[in-house]
């Protein structure tokens, strides 16, 4: 992982982004078998080189965010029958629309692709410092702060402990009176 430097964390929010909508413009735009998550990611990471936003680097490691974060979101409407609002601990009224209508549309075909595999093992994902991640809640693995993302964000180190490392907070228990 390269350590994403101040200058260039904007233009890989912005990349997120459009890779999160191109993702989702694949997907409106397909018959519902004949598109699935990895074909609608390579095209968003080959329009992102191809429109020269982000190198070919960059579109490998922000692809990889942006299918971190979808996995997850889709994996925990699969497993606990919720909704993006429960994944995201956050009031969705407080996001930007663009940003969650995204997040809705990807995440629930994801989790129909995740159906159909039958992947029932999910395995932990952890976020660190230096990372771009899409709206929600990660919570520090050695102090357990919650840290709230808005909006696509630059993973800081965990403000109370230093340190770099984090994973999507289980519900609303994992953070009371933070």
Not at 68 to 73: E, H, P, T, V
Not at 80 to 89: K, P, V
Not at 99 to 128: C, G
Request: contains cysteine; hydrophobic residues 35%.
């Amino acid at each position: 992982m390269n350590q994403i430097t101040p200058k260039s964390r904007s233009h890989l929010i912005n990349a997120y982004n459009q890779m999160m909508q191109t993702i989702r413009t694949a997907f409106d735009a397909s018959e519902s078998v004949e598109m699935s998550l990895q074909k609608a990611l390579d095209m968003a990471k080959q329009q992102a080189i191809h429109l020269g936003e982000i190198t070919v680097e960059e579109a490998h490691e922000v692809s990889e965010f942006v299918k971190r974060d979808i996995n997850d979101a889709a994996e925990y409407m699969l497993e606990t029958s919720s909704d993006l609002g429960d994944w995201l601990m956050l009031d969705i009224e407080v996001l930007e629309r663009k940003v969650i209508d995204m997040f809705l549309s990807v995440a629930d075909r994801t989790r129909i692709e995740l159906e159909a595999l039958k992947q029932h093992n999910r395995e932990v994902s952890l976020y660190y410092s230096g990372e771009i991640t899409g709206p929600g809640t990660l919570k520090c693995t050695q102090c357990g702060k919650c840290i709230p993302f808005l909006t696509t964000s630059h993973i800081e180190v965990c403000k109370v402990c230093g340190n770099n490392s984090f994973q999507r907070a289980e519900k609303h228990k994992d953070c009371k009176g933070q």
